[in-house]
T-cell receptor, first 114, second 111 residues
Framework: DTGVSQDPRHKITKRGQNVTFRCDPI?????LYWYRQTLGQGPEFLTY????????KSRLLSDRFSAERPKGSFSTLEIQRTEQGDSAMYLCASSRTGRSSPQYFGPGTRLTVL | QQPVQSPQAVILREGEDAVINCSSS?????VHWYRQKHGEAPVFLMILLKGGEQKGHDKISASFNEKKQQSSLYLTASQLSYSGTYFC????????????FGGGTRLMVKP
């Protein structure tokens, strides 16, 4: 069990640029979640997948954000036309199928938009 | 509608006890507890599924009162390694698997 991995760990970009983050879940986990965390706050749910299907997406999520999990393994989160307000830690988590399965978090990608 | 955690911060001496509370305005299916150290990912501690359930490992335990829509995390005989921010993540009865996290409780344990 190698844990959830995320890449890159840090990303600095200029406002208006597009960025893409990758998450590799724990291998036997079918579910994959994306969260965003700003300083001093708890993680905020963005979206989640079961296998390759995106089952839920936060209503607060801008349409500049899109996520994919094409083969049901790794996932990518893309932010288009980044804004300074997008600066945050982007966390990925994975879990087994089944309601209330524990979610295990990756180390996160820290995004800074200048 | 994020759950409310209290206290927001607490400072303890090694060996002292602490209680962290988590209250939801919506009916809960489960409560998940995590600890996060500065610059690191949240680490899963435990999950409570049934009303009244209490779980624990080592000197950290938790309870879940389904009727009151509350959960409490108990840290006894605290150790330096317990320092960090504790988050409760609530899973609502009428929602899917997404967790809604509270604002966190910062715990500092001093020697």
């Amino acid at each position: 069990d190698t844990g959830v991995s995320q890449d890159p760990r840090h990303k600095i970009t200029k406002r208006g640029q597009n960025v893409t983050f990758r998450c590799d879940p724990i291998s036997e986990h079918n579910r994959l979640y994306w969260y965003r965390q700003t300083l001093g706050q708890g993680p905020e749910f963005l979206t989640y997948f079961q296998n390759e299907a995106q089952l839920e997406k936060s209503r607060l999520l801008s349409d500049r954000f899109s996520a994919e999990r094409p083969k049901g393994s790794f996932s990518t989160l893309e932010i288009q036309r980044t804004e300074q307000g997008d600066s945050a830690m982007y966390l990925c988590a994975s879990s087994r199928t089944g309601r209330s399965s524990p979610q295990y978090f990756g180390p996160g990608t820290r995004l800074t938009v200048l | 509608q994020q759950p409310v955690q209290s206290p927001q911060a607490v400072i303890l001496r090694e060996g002292e006890d602490a209680v962290i509370n988590c209250s939801s305005s919506k009916a809960l299916y489960s409560v998940h507890w995590y600890r996060q150290k500065h610059g690191e990912a949240p680490v899963f501690l435990m999950i409570l599924l049934k009303g009244g359930e209490q779980k624990g490992h080592d000197k950290i335990s938790a309870s879940f009162n389904e009727k009151k829509q509350q959960s409490s995390l108990y840290l006894t005989a605290s150790q330096l390694s317990y320092s960090g921010t504790y988050f409760c993540g609530t899973e609502w009865k009428d929602a899917g698997n997404m967790l809604t996290f509270g604002g966190g409780t910062r715990l500092m344990v001093k020697p």
